[in-house]
């Protein structure tokens, strides 16, 4: 009896060392079950709920967890929850956010060749701005961000953006003379609508609804999915489908997070971003229609007869001025090349 009652003792000591140890389940080892700890990752965007992007982004966080088996978990905040996308990515410069999903244009506050993207009719059609986003363009953009601390993981399309006001349907640049337009807070969509002679205003998404009820401005420009989830035709009576600008958001995690994620959870992550990119892709067109019909329905009046060739060369002065000041022949040949205008 003695000498079970001492094996049992031995054997218990056993099991509790071994559980000292991380012999036990594989939840405590590190990412990739090579040691270390969870990583639990933050990831801010300013994109409204119940929009394609939005909602495949959570899904995406979902599926990272199960795939990597919660060693890296994603807990998303959209629709500025986090403050502004400026905000956002100061806080992750100095760690106190590990990722986001930022439209590239606002990067610019980190370096002002992510503005590029504002330029107004950048791509001949969806095509080429999707490819040129997947090739070198994407690239060089990425390689900005990584010199900033930041690693690029997937970009995720938001789409055109189009012109909605009160006053008539826009169909040539000269109907926006005059006209007070919310922009966001970036210089070149300025100095774009400055060279049709609107009065470009910036303002927080957060406050451009009263503003339009109130009619602190005439007008503004987003993309369909924002229009609607924002109910926008609340405020607006015509949605001119203008498509001045194309824009993408990119998903970043700080590197210092990133290089505590193992190779193989890294490689998830990657391939899950490369599957949400064609999935918002997909959806976005599949809900083009039943945007501009939820609208249509709800009161809006759709102009679809926009002269877009007169808009582009009325707007192409900016092109010239910002590639002397601001992005250099060597990205705008990258561009050039992957335009479809050439």
Partial sequence: MKKRIIAL????????????????????GGSGGGGGETVAIRMGHALAEGTPACDLIAEFAD?????TEGRVTIEVFPNSQLGSETEMLEQIQIGSLEAGAIMCGSMQSLDMKM????????????????????????????????????????????GYRHIT????????????????????????????????????????????YGALQQGVVDAQENPLPTIVSANLNE??????????????????????????????DQQIIL????????????ANDAVESENLKTLEDRGMIINDDVD???????????????????????????????????
């Fill in 9 to 28: 003792i031995v054997g218990l000591t056993l099991v509790v060392g071994l559980s000292a140890c991380g012999g036990g389940d594989g939840n405590s």
């Fill in 63 to 67: 599926t990272i967890g199960e795939k």
């Fill in 115 to 158: 503005a590029i993207e504002d330029l107004p009719y950048m791509w001949k059609d969806i095509d080429h701005a999707r490819a040129a986003y997947d090739g070198a363009f994407g690239e060089y953009l990425a390689n900005i961000m990584s010199d900033k601390g930041m690693k690029e993981i997937g970009y995720v399309e938001w």
């Fill in 165 to 208: 006001n009160n006053t008539k349907p826009i169909v040539k640049p000269e109907d926006l003379k005059g006209m007070k337009i919310r922009v966001a807070q970036t210089k070149l969509r300025v100095d774009a609508f400055e060279q049709v002679g609107a009065l470009p205003t910036i303002m927080a998404f957060s406050e451009l």
């Fill in 235 to 264: 405020v607006q009576k015509y949605l001119s489908l203008s498509g001045h600008f194309y824009n993408t958001v990119m998903m970043v995690v700080s590197n210092n997070v990133w290089d505590k994620i193992s190779p193989e």
């Fill in 271 to 282: 391939d899950e971003a490369a599957v949400l990119s064609k999935d918002v892709r997909a």
């Fill in 308 to 342: 877009k060739e007169a808009f582009r060369k009325a707007m192409m002065p900016v092109y010239d001025k910002w590639e002397k000041d601001v992005f250099g022949q060597e990205l705008m040949d990258i561009y050039r090349e992957a335009s479809g205008w050439q």
